[in-house]
């Protein structure tokens, strides 16, 4: 280990500063909302991608969804999704479908 000490040591700052880094990136709400919301138009710019796949595969019909699925499709939390398709509602690019949980994704509305 007396042989390696540099490597070491360059391990663990490297370590340090990673963490320092992630500890200041979180204590500051005013980023952490900024990232949220741009997580959050990622995320609907992919459920409108995949709502304009699924409309390529099925094309008769329109395209509707459980949050619960899509998330399971886009590997992404359910509360995540719900969001998303929270902003697209409010862009007009889904509707709520009769069922709860689910969403009707408007292809056209792109």
Same mark, same amino acid.
């Given at each position: 280990?007396?042989?390696?000490?540099?490597?070491?040591?360059?391990?663990?700052?490297?370590?340090?500063?990673?963490?320092?880094?992630?500890?200041?990136?979180?204590?500051?709400?005013?980023?952490?909302?900024?990232?949220?919301?741009?997580?959050?138009?990622?995320?609907?710019?992919?459920? %409108?991608?995949?709502?304009?796949?699924?409309?390529?595969?099925?094309?008769?019909? %329109?395209?509707?969804?459980?949050?619960?699925? @899509?998330?399971?499709? @886009?590997?992404?939390?359910?509360?995540?999704?719900?969001?998303?398709?929270? @902003?697209?509602? %409010?862009?007009?690019?889904?509707?709520?479908?009769?069922? %709860?949980?689910?969403?009707?994704?408007?292809?056209?509305?792109?």
């Amino acid at each position: 280990m007396a042989a390696h000490w540099r490597g070491a040591a360059l391990v663990v700052c490297g370590v340090a500063a990673v963490a320092t880094l992630r500890w200041t990136q979180h204590r500051d709400p005013e980023r952490a909302a900024q990232m949220r919301e741009k997580d959050t138009h990622t995320l609907a710019e992919k459920i %409108s991608k995949y709502a304009r796949d699924m409309q390529t595969r099925y094309p008769n019909g %329109s395209v509707v969804v459980s949050e619960e699925d @899509l998330a399971g499709a @886009l590997h992404r939390a359910p509360e995540r999704i719900a969001r998303a398709l929270g @902003l697209l509602h %409010s862009q007009q690019k889904v509707e709520r479908a009769p069922l %709860s949980g689910y969403w009707k994704l408007n292809v056209g509305a792109d």
